[in-house]
């Protein structure tokens, strides 16, 4: 927590005097979490809350633990418990948790002999919107789609006619040994095993299950990632779906943070856009982005929904399933959260961008 100084033209310890005021007694002060409902402490830590396999911080929860242990303070939602001692609280002195953006600052944390709030959180970390693209492709198509488009449709038909003339001249020799028909369909197919072995580099009687390195179709038989676009401008032009889900509270309901902040106040400083390239693009974004919301509000939920084919809910209007092939922009925590829901229940191919990111 840090002081918010006042301005020269305010008696210089006005902040500090009213500060003490109010808060020499902290018994009855209340505190909210705007980023989390509840903090359950048989589930969750201080430290960090783990979800699939992977650890995040909940930087919040572990402020208004810190500062209720600290501080004493007599109600404080911790596991949805309030204390009832206290039940009119003065709401003028809040302490709260959030995100802290252009328009918020400059209307509650400028200026402290007007403002709201005398005091706000400081971090060390600013956090960074940041842009993933996210494609499910079914694993058995890797394989055949490998195999099959490294060469044209000639290829493969003369390559065919080829080995099929190779086997039926070779099968042919046993009838002048005064064998069978039957014995030459079995050197018919006993000789297409032997060509398939020796294309595929195996020479132990089973074709057509390992490929090794060297062999004439190793290089065929290959895992190949999908072209995905890895920056902003290159997924407006793709035309793929684009959601995100970092939120927050404002006015008593939960809203986009990218959608109804960031870029409202970019558009609303147009000029600041130097490039007319860019401000389309934005434009584009802000008009395509759909807003994932689930009542929990957890990054990795929703990234578990998305891997689970789920529907979700978008905009706070309709719900659906998020397409195979997606692009995500939250923010730095908020997608490392998702993207890690998003991997337990299928294997997507990621590209994070890494461009330099145009929100903060």
């Not at 062999?215 to 997924?235: A, K």
């Not at 998305?306 to 997606?326: A, Y």
Request: a neutral charge; hydrophobic letters at 40%; charged letters at 20%.
């Amino acid at each position: 927590m840090i002081e918010i100084k006042a301005s020269k033209s305010e008696y210089p310890t006005l902040l500090d005097s009213s500060w003490k005021i109010h808060n020499f007694n902290l018994q009855g002060l209340h505190t909210t979490d705007t980023g989390y409902g509840a903090f359950n402490p048989k589930r969750d830590t201080c430290s960090a809350l783990e979800r699939g396999g992977k650890t995040f911080p909940a930087s919040t929860t572990c402020v208004q633990l810190a500062l209720g242990s600290k501080l004493n303070f007599s109600d404080v939602f911790v596991s949805g418990v309030t204390n009832l001692a206290f039940p009119y609280t003065d709401r003028s002195f809040v302490i709260e948790y959030g995100y802290a953006i252009n328009p918020i600052i400059d209307n509650f944390f400028l200026y402290p002999a007007a403002s709201h709030y005398s005091w706000v959180p400081y971090f060390v970390e600013r956090l960074q919107f940041r842009m993933a693209t996210v494609c499910f492709r079914r694993s058995k198509l890797l394989g055949l789609e490998a195999l099959a488009v490294p060469l044209d449709w000639y290829t493969w038909a003369a390559s065919g006619v080829s080995f099929t003339l190779l086997a039926i001249f070779l099968s042919a020799i046993t009838l002048r040994d005064n064998r069978m028909l039957k014995d030459t369909f079995y050197y018919f197919i006993r000789t297409w095993q032997w060509i398939l072995s020796c294309l595929s580099a195996q020479y132990h009687g089973t074709p057509g299950t390992v490929f090794y390195q060297g062999s004439m179709f190793s290089s065929l038989i290959t895992l190949t990632r999908p072209d995905l676009p890895s920056n902003l401008e290159s997924v407006i032009d793709s035309k793929i779906q684009i959601v995100t889900n970092t939120w927050t509270p404002a006015y008593g309901i939960f809203t986009s943070l990218l959608k109804y902040y960031l870029l409202d106040d970019i558009f609303t400083d147009y000029t600041a856009i130097k490039s007319t390239k860019l401000f389309r693009t934005l434009n584009d974004l802000k008009r395509r982005i759909n807003c994932i919301y689930l009542s929990s509000r957890s990054p990795f939920l929703i990234g578990l929904y998305i891997s689970e084919r789920r529907e979700v809910q978008f905009n706070n209007d309709f719900s659906d399933q998020v397409m195979d092939t997606f692009a995500i922009i939250n923010s730095e925590r908020d997608l490392d959260e998702t993207l890690a829901g998003v991997g337990m229940k299928r294997v997507p191919f990621v590209v994070r961008h890494t461009e330099p990111p145009v929100f903060f």
